[in-house]
């Protein structure tokens, strides 16, 4: 009798055994897709973290290396002019800079553009007065930029003939001059391929973006 019944016992048990294993393993199996779950959650949480400093690094990167240039330019500036003249450039700058398209920012351009027509800040205020004007003034502006102030640059890493050819080949755009505007385009993605807008953003990648 004894004997009888642990055998019942016994096939009992290995009757059971299968859908027991079964069970635990079903159960670890949905742990462990919870847990890759919350692993993959936590990682595009990081990767959205990550990301938006990834470009940063990238902005500053490019702004470092042009603001080098930009202290090249403003050096070549201070073996032609004095102290005193580059300090009157600079004040005449920062008033277009602070009151931005009123009547005595542009009068500070234009008296810029008279007294100090070679430095590199006046390259700088004649892209301004270049975006505060219309219709041809504002192609003329841009033209010169192009062709007197190439080599200037913003102490943000914005090199104006390159911005320039930018908003000259929007504004053919604008008009329906495609033929023109590609040829600017074309002329920024071969010859200055890592030139930024003041956002420190790749001129290159709004060209991409905009012929989407």
């Known amino acids: 009798m004894r004997n009888t019944m642990l055998a019942v016992v016994l096939m009992s048990g290995l009757a059971a055994g299968p859908s027991a294993f079964a069970q635990t393993g079903a159960s670890d199996l949905a742990q462990l897709e919870r847990r890759v779950a ?11 973290l990550i990301e938006p400093l990834k470009a940063q690094q990238a902005i500053d990167s490019r702004r ?15 073996a032609k002019y004095t ?39 006046t390259g700088c205020a004649t892209l301004y007065v270049a975006q505060q004007s219309q ?20 102490g943000d890493g914005v090199q104006v003939g390159a911005y320039a050819r930018f908003l000259l080949a929007q504004d053919y755009r604008a008009r329906g001059e495609d033929q023109k505007a590609q040829a600017l385009f ?23 973006a905009q012929s989407k």
């Open 186 to 208: 074309t002329e920024l993605n071969t010859s200055y391929p890592g030139a930024i807008d003041h956002g420190g953003k790749l001129l290159a990648d709004a060209i991409s």
């Open 135 to 154: 219709g041809d003034d504002r192609a003329r502006y841009l033209r010169d930029c192009i062709e007197k102030f190439d080599d200037c640059f913003y």
């Open 83 to 121: 102290p005193d003249q580059l300090r009157e450039a600079e004040e005449l700058y920062q008033v277009a800079n602070r009151k931005w398209g009123s009547p005595e920012a542009s009068e500070s351009l234009q008296t810029m553009l008279t007294k100090y027509p070679d430095i590199n800040r």
């Open 64 to 78: 470092n290396a042009f603001r080098e240039k930009f202290e090249k330019k403003m050096a070549q500036d201070r």
């Open 38 to 48: 919350q692993l993959e959650k936590q990682l595009q949480e990081i990767s959205q």
